[in-house]
Nanobody, 122 residues
Framework: QVQLVESGGGLVQAGGSLRLSCAAS????????MAWFRQAPGTEREFVAY????????YYSDSLKGRFTISRDNAKNTVYLQMNSLKPEDTAVYYC???????????????WGQGTMVTVSS
């Protein structure tokens, strides 16, 4: 069973950058599609990006394309989310998730981390 732990969140000024990491423990990380979602207070969980098991395919929310980049290092059992040109509306708890197929639907991912808070000040 894979367990996920996010890190890298924090407080950043608008226009700044952060890189989130999601470290996976357990076996078979390289078999899982990985994704990032986020949830701001009072809102539903929102898809951010996904990456296929071998890293060959990525997909982003249209509203975030060009500012965020998802990547993975299967040798390190880690998936990353590089976030640039951050805006106050990017403030949310960011979650990584693992599943057996790439999809934008949160319910199709069966493993989740505890989340890491990102706060962007104006």
């Amino acid at each position: 069973q894979v367990q996920l732990v996010e890190s890298g969140g924090g407080l950043v000024q608008a226009g700044g950058s952060l890189r989130l990491s999601c470290a996976a423990s357990g076996r078979f990380f390289s078999r899982y599609a990985m994704a990032w979602f986020r949830q701001a207070p009072g809102t539903e969980r929102e898809f951010v990006a996904y990456i296929s098991s071998n890293g060959g395919r990525t997909y982003y929310s249209d509203s975030l394309k060009g500012r965020f980049t998802i990547s993975r290092d299967n040798a390190k059992n880690t998936v990353y989310l590089q976030m640039n040109s951050l805006k106050p509306e990017d403030t949310a708890v960011y979650y990584c998730a693992a599943g057996l197929e790439i999809t934008v639907v949160a319910g199709n991912y069966h493993l989740w981390g505890q989340g890491t808070m990102v706060t962007v000040s104006s």
